[in-house]
């Protein structure tokens, strides 16, 4: 089972500020096979990028994703208000299960 | 646009038997997607417990795959969750998401059910 990693756990920002989110593997992750996800309490998770860099249908340009090998990255460039959430990264590999999950890193207001 | 809509029993007795269902709107069943259960526990993080084709052909979780059935149902454009000798561990949000093929990602998930185990 691939185990992923994210740090930190909590990231306290402002508005406008610039937000990093680290997601790292226990082994390589085809860069086609890492996704991140947003979710606001009450709601379901929502899909923003897929194969480690491709943003999901409507979401705003403001989200990028990066990385490869073991070492994900998540920028949200420039926090807007409805940002602030838990942020997971997922995975789909050979091994089983073929779908993990991270445990999240929450975005919180400064 | 397809939505998605999981419906079930929102409390469940120890030891007894959890069936959950999915209907899909909007669009087919049968179209070139895998369908899958998640779930998160209260306060917790995702646990992904199985997917199925409309083909019938479905993947588990080995830590779940002893008490998971995953079943299809392409009159009614549904698919269904049963967990079997549930635990309070079970207790959890369970949604149904869709797998586009070739994404490897979860692009439309239902609102999730709450399903607490208690006698």
């Known amino acids: 089972e691939i185990v992923l990693t994210q740090s930190p756990g909590t990231l306290s920002l402002s508005p406008g500020e610039r937000a990093t989110l680290s997601c790292r593997a226990s082994?390589?992750?085809?860069?086609?096979?890492l996704a991140w996800y947003q979710q606001k309490p009450g709601q379901a998770p929502r899909l923003l990028i897929y194969?480690?860099?491709s943003r999901a249908t409507g979401i705003p340009d403001r989200f990028s994703g990066s990385g490869s090998g073991t070492d994900f990255t998540l920028t949200i460039s420039r926090l807007e208000p409805e940002d602030f959430a838990v942020y997971y990264c997922?995975?789909?590999?050979?091994?089983?299960?073929?779908?993990?999950f991270g445990p999240g890193t929450k975005v919180d207001i400064k | 646009q397809v939505q998605l809509q999981e419906s079930g029993p929102g409390l469940v007795k120890p030891s007894g038997t959890l069936s959950l269902t999915c209907a899909v709107s909007?669009?087919?069943?049968?179209?070139?997607?895998?369908w899958s259960w998640v779930r998160q526990p209260p306060g917790k993080g995702l646990e992904w417990i199985g997917e199925?084709?409309?083909?019938?052909?479905?993947n588990y979780n080995p830590s779940l795959k002893s008490r998971v059935t995953i079943s299809v149902d392409k009159s009614k454009n549904q698919f269904s969750l049963k967990l079997s000798s549930v635990t309070a561990a079970d207790t959890a949000v369970y949604y149904c998401?869709?797998?586009?093929?070739?994404?490897?990602?979860?692009?439309?998930w239902g609102q999730g059910t709450m399903v607490t185990v208690s006698s």
């Open positions: 998401a869709r797998d586009p093929l070739a994404n490897f990602a979860f692009d439309i």
């Open positions: 909007g669009g087919s069943i049968s179209s070139s997607n895998w």
């Open positions: 199925i084709y409309h083909s019938g052909s479905t």
């Open positions: 082994q390589s992750v085809s860069s086609s096979y």
């Open positions: 194969g480690a860099s």
């Open positions: 997922q995975q789909y590999g050979s091994s089983p299960p073929p779908f993990t």
